[in-house]
C-alpha cells in the first residue's frame, strides 16, 4: 500500500533553515515525479518545487533561490532544503509522486499528514 511520510518541519527564525524529507513505501519511486506541496493558515494547497526522474527540477517564483528540491533512489526519498525563511512560508508542507505531461505536474499519490513548519519574524 502506497505511503508518503513527512518529517523535518518545525519552529524557526526568519533567516534560518530547514531540511524536509519524504519517505515514499509501496510505489517504484525512481520512474515517478516528485514534489512538494505547501498548504498555508486559511488558503489553499500550492506547488512549491517538482523534480523529474532525470533529477530536473522546477520552483514556484516565491521560493526560486531558496529551496532546493532533492531525491535519493536508492533510499525512495524526496527532499526540500528550505533556506532563508520567511514568516509568509509557514504552511504545512507536503510531498507528493506523480507525472508530468509536458511540463505540467499531476500528483497521483495520497497525501501523507504533512509536516509544519513555522517561520517567526
Known amino acids: 500500500q502506497e505511503q508518503l511520510m513527512e518529517s523535518g518541519g518545525g519552529l524557526v527564525q526568519a533567516g534560518e533553515f530547514l531540511t524536509l524529507s519524504c519517505g515514499v513505501s509501496g510505489r517504484i519511486f525512481a520512474p515517478l515525479g516528485a514534489g512538494w506541496f505547501r498548504q498555508p493558515p486559511g488558503k489553499a494547497r500550492e506547488l512549491v518545487a517538482t523534480?523529474?526522474?532525470?533529477?530536473?527540477?522546477n520552483y514556484a517564483d516565491s521560493v526560486k533561490g531558496r529551496f532546493t528540491i532533492s531525491r535519493d533512489n536508492a533510499k525512495n526519498t524526496v527532499s526540500l532544503r528550505l533556506s532563508s525563511l520567511k514568516p509568509e512560508d509557514t504552511a504545512v508542507y507536503y510531498c507528493?509522486?506523480?507525472?508530468?505531461?509536458?511540463?505540467?505536474?499531476?500528483?497521483?499519490?495520497?497525501w501523507g499528514q504533512g509536516t509544519q513548519v513555522t517561520v517567526s519574524s
Open positions: 507528493s509522486v506523480g507525472r508530468f505531461r509536458g511540463d505540467t505536474y499531476f500528483p497521483d499519490s495520497r
Open positions: 523534480i523529474r526522474r532525470d533529477g530536473s527540477t
